[in-house]
């Protein structure tokens, strides 16, 4: 345990000096004093702490790739999204939204971890899972398969795109669009594997 942790170290503190989101190097510094004393829960706790700090700088990277408009859609102002923690454990969660008016609107989320993962790269290597629902149907993005749903409610017509990597899933969403081709297009359109790059 001892020579995982002084790997974290080691690894956290390559890092650190491009991190602006918290401080990072502090926290090394706690865990380093703490593992030093022995106190290995404060030591653990301050590295996930920093470990935090380089997802939230990782997260404000990708979001940094992201163009400002989308399919004549602009950011939502104020709601772009950089967590470090994902559901109380250390991760990474992006978000980014997108709308014209209220007439249509896109969102981009990245998380890592998704408890959603499973289940999404199960139903993309089982081929006979399709033939049952006519509103899912695999897709390429880019080198990725992705899970595309369709939902419609009245006239209202929304697609859902998954696309696991590694540990992560990014999940595009949209409403008001109803074509699926300009779906799937606008989120090629997007620089995925720089995304991917930067969150594996």
Same mark, same amino acid.
């Given at each position: 345990?001892?020579?995982?942790?002084?790997?974290?170290?080691?690894?956290?503190?390559?890092?650190?000096?491009?991190?602006? =989101?918290?401080? !990072? +190097?502090?926290?090394?510094?706690?865990?380093?004093?703490?593992?030093?004393?022995?106190?290995?829960?404060?030591?653990?706790?301050?590295?996930?702490?920093?470990? +935090?700090?380089? +997802?939230?700088?990782?997260?404000?990277? &990708?979001?940094?790739?992201?163009?400002?408009?989308?399919?004549?859609?602009?950011? !939502?102002?104020?709601?772009? %999204? !950089?967590?470090?923690?994902?559901?109380?454990?250390?991760?990474?969660?992006?978000?980014?939204?997108?709308?014209?008016? $209220?007439?249509?609107?896109?969102?981009?989320?990245? &998380?890592?971890?998704? /408890? #959603?993962?499973?289940?999404?790269?199960?139903?993309?290597?089982?081929? =006979?899972? *399709?033939?049952?629902?006519? +509103?899912?149907?695999?897709? @390429?993005?880019?080198?990725? @398969?992705?899970?595309?749903?369709?939902?419609? *409610?009245?006239?209202?017509?929304?697609?859902?795109?998954?696309?696991?990597?590694? %540990?992560? #899933?990014?999940?595009? @969403? $949209?409403?008001?669009?109803?074509?699926? =081709?300009?779906?799937?297009?606008?989120?090629?359109?997007? /620089?995925?594997?720089? &995304?991917? @790059?930067?969150?594996?």
């Amino acid at each position: 345990m001892r020579t995982t942790l002084f790997s974290y170290l080691m690894i956290l503190s390559m890092f650190a000096f491009q991190v602006h =989101a918290q401080d !990072v +190097n502090g926290q090394l510094n706690t865990a380093t004093s703490s593992y030093a004393s022995g106190d290995l829960e404060n030591a653990r706790f301050s590295l996930q702490e920093a470990l +935090n700090g380089v +997802n939230q700088a990782i997260g404000q990277d &990708i979001l940094n790739l992201l163009p400002p408009t989308l399919g004549g859609m602009d950011v !939502v102002s104020g709601n772009d %999204n !950089v967590t470090g923690t994902n559901m109380g454990f250390a991760g990474l969660y992006v978000n980014r939204d997108y709308q014209k008016d $209220t007439i249509r609107d896109a969102s981009l989320e990245i &998380i890592s971890d998704s /408890p #959603m993962l499973a289940t999404v790269n199960s139903i993309l290597t089982m081929s =006979a899972m *399709f033939s049952s629902d006519p +509103n899912q149907k695999r897709i @390429k993005v880019g080198s990725y @398969k992705a899970l595309m749903t369709k939902s419609e *409610f009245n006239d209202d017509v929304s697609y859902e795109i998954q696309m696991p990597f590694g %540990n992560s #899933m990014m999940t595009f @969403k $949209t409403n008001g669009i109803g074509d699926e =081709a300009e779906v799937t297009g606008l989120m090629n359109s997007l /620089p995925i594997a720089d &995304i991917v @790059k930067l969150a594996q």
